[in-house]
C-alpha cells in the first residue's frame, strides 16, 4: 500500500521479482519506493510482501545513518490507529520495524515475494466449487 502521504503522487502496484530503489517523491517531505526508471511514480507493496536489499539497509539517524544489520524484511503497516502519521513500514529479520520514511535514499532491493491476493484465491475457489457441481440434464 502507499501511504496518505503519496495519495498525490503517480503510483501503481508492485510486481513480483522488480527492483526497487528507495526515494523521496517531488513535492512531498515522504520516502517511498519507486522503479530506477522511472523515480516519479510511487510503487505501492501489500501488507506481508517480502523483499531483499542488495546490502544491509540503513536508516537516518540524527547524525549518521544507522545500520539496521539486516537484509531481509516483509513489508507491514504500523500504528493504524494514528490516522496523520506514516504507516508504511518494513520488519527486518533480525526484528528491527523501520518506518519507509526513515530509509535512506538511494538503497536497492528486489522483491522476494508477494503475499497471495485474497481475491484471486477467492476466485479459485468459486471455480473450483462451480466445477464440482453436477451439470443439470434437460
Given amino acids: 500500500m502507499c501511504d496518505y502521504s503519496?495519495?498525490?503522487v503517480a503510483s501503481r502496484p508492485a510486481e513480483a521479482s522488480e527492483v526497487l530503489v528507495s526515494t523521496k517523491f517531488l513535492g512531498t517531505h515522504t520516502r517511498g519506493f519507486a522503479s530506477p526508471a522511472d523515480p516519479t511514480v510511487a510503487v505501492c507493496l501489500r501488507p506481508g510482501t517480502e523483499i531483499a536489499f542488495e546490502h544491509n539497509a540503513?536508516?537516518?539517524g540524527t547524525i549518521f545513518r544507522k545500520s539496521i544489520g539486516a537484509r531481509l524484511a516483509r513489508f507491514r503497516q504500523i500504528d493504524l490507529d494514528k490516522p496523520a502519521q506514516h504507516h508504511d513500514a518494513l520488519?527486518?529479520?533480525n526484528g528491527k520495524i523501520v518506518k519507509v520514511t526513515d530509509l535512506v535514499l538511494g538503497q536497492r532491493m528486489r522483491i522476494v515475494q508477494m503475499p497471495a491476493?485474497?481475491?484471486?484465491k477467492r476466485t479459485a475457489t468459486e471455480r473450483t466449487i462451480e466445477a464440482d457441481r453436477p451439470v443439470p440434464v434437460t
Fill in 117 to 120: 491476493d485474497p481475491v484471486s
Fill in 58 to 60: 540503513f536508516a537516518e
Fill in 6 to 8: 503519496l495519495h498525490a
Fill in 91 to 93: 520488519e527486518f529479520s
